[in-house]
């Protein structure tokens, strides 16, 4: 990354100071991340079975991430990074949040897991020349205060061949609906002010944002809920939520 690049930062304090507020509340199940508990399991069903094909690993496999390493930035308290440890892989865990970072070390030393965590940013880990098999960019670009520079700096770390997952918000009326009025103003699910609309990102821009650093979405997933079953489905609607699944060439 240039030495400009580097001046700049995606990081977005009032962003991060509002989850740092909440940090405590990352591993309860019914707290204010009940909803990231809830969707989770859907997450991990697309990470092991699209990471495992592109890899060519065998999903009987206890571990069938042996062997690989990932960063999972804006990792929070860690909800991500420790499935991804136990399924075998090496992970650096980054956060911009000070506090997180220390929740997520202390659950991962009580659970007994080896997780690299730090305490820092996107664009300073490029800089610092760091390279993985897969990034895991979940839920974190509606947060960050420069859209295009953070992924440059996300894409940059990952190696030939390699994998970068994105999951976030699409800005539609119907996510502004759902995930704004819906989930934080009549259902309490977020803290109100969690999200903020014009910052939701479409699958175009993410594709656009991209296209510089040379990597290619190839397939992108809606993820949606269901409120008569009370669980979140993987599908083709990416009308709210999605993830996109991108590829360094060899």
Known sequence: ???ETAQRTTIDDAEVAQFAAIADEWWDPTGKFKPLHKFNPTRLTYLRGKLGAHFGRNEADPKPFAGLR???????????SEPMARLGAEVVGADAAEKNVKVAALHAQQSGLSI???HTSAEALATAGERFDVVLNMEVVEHVADLNLFMAACASMVKPGGVM???TL???MKAFALAIVGAEYV???LPRGTHKYQKFVRPSELAAALRPTGMEITDCAGVSYNPLSDEWRLGRDVDVNYMAFAVRPV
Do not use: E
């Not at 990932?70 to 991500?80: A, S, T, V």
């Open 116 to 118: 690299d965590y730090r």
């Open 1 to 3: 990354m240039s030495g």
């Open 165 to 167: 997952v994105t999951a």
């Open 187 to 189: 259902l309490g699910w």
């Open 70 to 80: 990932f960063l999972d930035i804006g990792c929070g308290g860690g909800l991500l």
């Open 170 to 172: 699409n800005r539609t």
